[in-house]
């Protein structure tokens, strides 16, 4: 899948999710906003000038969200984005109108419609989790030119001995053990830490970390 694949599933699949901001205390403050519209170059939802989530975005310029679909957790998808917005104005509003009539329920006529602004998600990262699969399915993407930070573990394959004790503690069978060395699939890991937690000499490493760092262990 492509960023554009996981932004039409955001808006279109999931619709509804919930946004982190944060206020003039530094205190965190959640709510929940519909993803109005995507393009190539992100996401597009709007809230009211009057509302303290204007302010809010306004002065803080970043948000988080995170949308899950599916009728229980193992059902369940998860996208989570996080990046900059910027107010791009009302320009955008007949187009996302149109494309989400139950707008006009809430906003029903074009002088009450002077409240509203558009934001849109310009930058940013985001992942994929997917619970309805076994092994889980998990990926990153980005939005403009903002990249992924490094996330998880990683194996260094001059440290692993072939013991396999990562292996038998691994939630979802992700450690592959068919070369010399063993290697995390990334894509169905659970950052659980199971691995990191049970290997011997330090061969499993946090992402960021040097390969050549070693790591304490009670053994």
Known sequence: MTTYDYLKYLQHDIHTVVVATVDDDGVPVTCAVDIMDYDDGGLYFLTAKGKSFYNRLAKCGSIALTGIKGKDTLHAV??????????IGNSRLPQIFAKNPYMKKIYPT???QE????????????????LSKK???RASFSIGSMKPKPEGYYIAADVCIGCHRCENVCPQGCIDFKNVSAKILQENCLHCGNCWNACPVG????????AHRQQEHPF
């Open 78 to 87: 998860a996208v989570s984005v996080r990046g900059n917005v910027q107010e």
């Open 135 to 137: 092994p889980i399915e």
């Open 110 to 112: 074009v002088e009450s």
């Open 203 to 210: 061969a499993v490493k946090k992402a960021g970390e040097s």
């Open 115 to 130: 409240a509203l602004t558009v934001f849109k998600l310009y930058e940013g990262t985001g992942e994929w989790f997917n």
